[in-house]
C-alpha cells in the first residue's frame, strides 16, 4: 500500500469583492481539489500535492459565493440556548414573556403566572428537581385549551384540502416539539411549547398540520408550509432560541 502525501496546513487569504477571504489549504495526495465550510465559518481547501497554490486561489474564487453563502448560513444559526435554572429570581419564559421564579409556603403544590412572575406554592421547600416537575407538570395542564386555541386559528388556513380535523395530544418529548402520524390525523406537541409566543405554538401546529399533506420534509412540503405560514422562519428562530 503507498504512502500517502500530506502537507503541513497553510494559511491563505485573497481579496473578493473588497473583502478578505481567509481559508487553509493543504496538499494532499488526490486528484482532485475539495471545498469545506465547517459551522464556525472557517474554510479548508485540500488540493493535489504538486499544484501550484496559484492555481489553487483561483478554484477559491471561482467558489468565493458558494463559500460566502454557506458562511452567512451558519452565522444566521442561533447560537446555543442557556439552560434553565430552577431556584428564586432566576428567568423563565410563559407565553412568550419573561417571568421570575418565586416561592412561596402553601399547604398545596400549585403554580401560578402573576405580574412577570412564575409563583410556586409548596408546603415544604422545594429542590430545583422538584421545582422544575411541578413547572412542568403545571405545563402539561395549560397545555390542551392552549394547543386547541392555536388550531382554531391556524386550522382556516387548510380549508381548501378538506382535510380531516386532526386530533391533539400532548406529549413530552426530548428532541422535537411536534409530531405527527397522517393516517390517524394524529398530532402530539410539547407541553413546552407553553414557554414561547402564540405565535411560535401556531408555526409548530401548522407544521404538523401541513404533514398531513406531505409526510416528508421535501421542497413540496417547505412550499406549502411557506404558502400558509410565509414567515415561519422567524417564528421557528424565536422558538429554538428558547432557553433548554
Known amino acids: 500500500m503507498p504512502h500517502s502525501f500530506s502537507a ?18 493543504v496538499f494532499r495526495s488526490r486528484r482532485t481539489i475539495g471545498f469545506a465550510v465547517k459551522p464556525d465559518g472557517s474554510v479548508h481547501v ?19 459565493d458558494w463559500i460566502l453563502k454557506h458562511q452567512e448560513t451558519f452565522a444566521a444559526r442561533p447560537l446555543p440556548a442557556p439552560s434553565c435554572r ?28 402573576l405580574e412577570g412572575e412564575l409563583v410556586l406554592s409548596s408546603p415544604t421547600p422545594l429542590t430545583a428537581a422538584q421545582a422544575e416537575a411541578l413547572l412542568h407538570s403545571w405545563h402539561v395542564r395549560q397545555a ?34 411536534g409530531s405527527c402520524t397522517p393516517s390517524t390525523a394524529r398530532i402530539r406537541l410539547s407541553p413546552e411549547l407553553l414557554r414561547a409566543r402564540p405565535e411560535c405554538l401556531d408555526y409548530v401546529v401548522l407544521h404538523e398540520c401541513c404533514h ?5 420534509h421535501s421542497k413540496a412540503f417547505y412550499d406549502l408550509q411557506t404558502r400558509l405560514m410565509p414567515d415561519w422562519e422567524r417564528w421557528k428562530d424565536e422558538l429554538n432560541a428558547l432557553p433548554k
Request: glycine share 4%.
Open 8 to 25: 503541513a496546513p497553510r494559511r491563505e487569504t485573497l481579496l473578493y469583492q473588497n473583502r478578505p477571504l481567509h481559508y487553509t489549504l
Open 46 to 64: 485540500s488540493a493535489p500535492a504538486g499544484i501550484p497554490a496559484e492555481w489553487v486561489a483561483q478554484q477559491v474564487l471561482k467558489r468565493a
Open 86 to 113: 430552577f431556584e428564586a429570581g432566576s428567568t423563565h419564559f410563559y407565553l412568550g414573556q419573561p417571568h421570575r421564579l418565586h416561592f412561596a409556603e402553601a399547604r398545596r403544590l400549585a403554580v401560578s403566572a
Open 144 to 177: 390542551g385549551p392552549a394547543f386547541a386555541a392555536s388550531l382554531e386559528r391556524v386550522w382556516p388556513r387548510f380549508a381548501e384540502f378538506n382535510l380531516v380535523r386532526p386530533t391533539l395530544a400532548v406529549r413530552s418529548m426530548r428532541t422535537r416539539w
Open 212 to 216: 398531513l399533506l406531505v409526510g416528508d
